[in-house]
């Protein structure tokens, strides 16, 4: 039963054409744009408009591990972040109370209800830094 509807949903959804307007082509630059999507807080790229591999590697880790908590930009707004009391890692009288060192070492061993995680050193300081550059 619930297969068949299932194939209803589909069938009614799919019962004409895509407009023009939806129905583009998907191009490189489109790509560059998905790529640099929630890159907001993101220190400068090295190279241009285009991130490097270091930068993308941060960002998959940033969104995987952290935003669940600590939101896209890190004010401690993410699904969970009230659930475990994230801090909103923008603001300036935390980011003034705590080192580089502190903030890699806490990703890296967890503190409270944050786990540990078993990251590279180049996306943990490359996480130290996407969370200074949002400081506020």
Partial sequence: MRRLLSCLVLAVA????????????????????????????MPP?????????????????WNE?????????????????RLVKAPDLTRADWQDKVTDEQIADQI????????KFDIPDVAVKGLVARIRASKQ
Avoid at 45 to 61: K, Y
Avoid at 71 to 78: H, P, Q, S, Y
Avoid at 108 to 115: F, H, T, Y
């Fill in 108 to 115: 890296k061993n967890g503190k409270g209800l944050m786990p």
């Fill in 65 to 81: 591990n952290c935003e669940s908590c600590h939101g896209a930009e890190g004010r401690g707004d993410g699904p969970n972040g």
């Fill in 45 to 61: 790229s090295s190279g241009g408009n285009r991130p490097n591999s270091d930068e993308m590697l941060v960002e998959l880790t």
């Fill in 14 to 41: 799919c019962d004409r054409a895509p407009s023009i307007d939806q129905a583009k082509e998907w191009t490189a630059k489109d790509h560059d744009k998905a790529a640099m999507a929630g890159r907001q807080g």
